[in-house]
Nanobody
Framework: VQLVESGGGLVQVGGSLRLSCVAS????????MNWFRQAPGKERELVAV????????NYADSVKDRFTISRDNAKNTVYLQMNILKPEDTAVYYC???????????WGQGTQVTVSS
């Protein structure tokens, strides 16, 4: 199983980025797919979730109305569209695939997002 994130980089305040997470070795439609982030000196926090089936979503309050999680099952890829970026969004962003009933919990290597003011 492999999760590979891409799309991070340096962006100015108010800008946008779209992160991608390409999965191999699993079918994302069977998993709850999550984006987490970890800023220097802080704990990893859950940013966005997209569930199986109907694909309901949830967001951390800090990113609600700015970030959108989505998935393309045909491409086995999950996205995180990030708009109106703020300096406090600076972090390493990680893709996670979880199927708790089976005890599956997979992580990508992370992609750095830096928002400059």
């Amino acid at each position: 199983v492999q999760l590979v994130e891409s799309g991070g980089g340096l962006v100015q305040v108010g800008g946008s980025l779209r992160l991608s997470c390409v999965a191999s070795g699993l079918t994302i439609s069977n998993y709850v797919m999550n984006w987490f982030r970890q800023a220097p000196g802080k704990e990893r926090e859950l940013v966005a979730v997209i569930r199986t089936g109907g694909g309901s979503t949830n967001y951390a309050d800090s990113v609600k109305d700015r970030f959108t999680i989505s998935r393309d099952n045909a491409k086995n890829t999950v996205y995180l569209q990030m708009n109106i970026l703020k300096p406090e969004d600076t972090a390493v962003y990680y893709c996670n695939a979880a199927w708790r009933w089976l005890g599956h919990d997979y992580w990508g290597q992370g992609t750095q997002v830096t928002v400059s003011s």
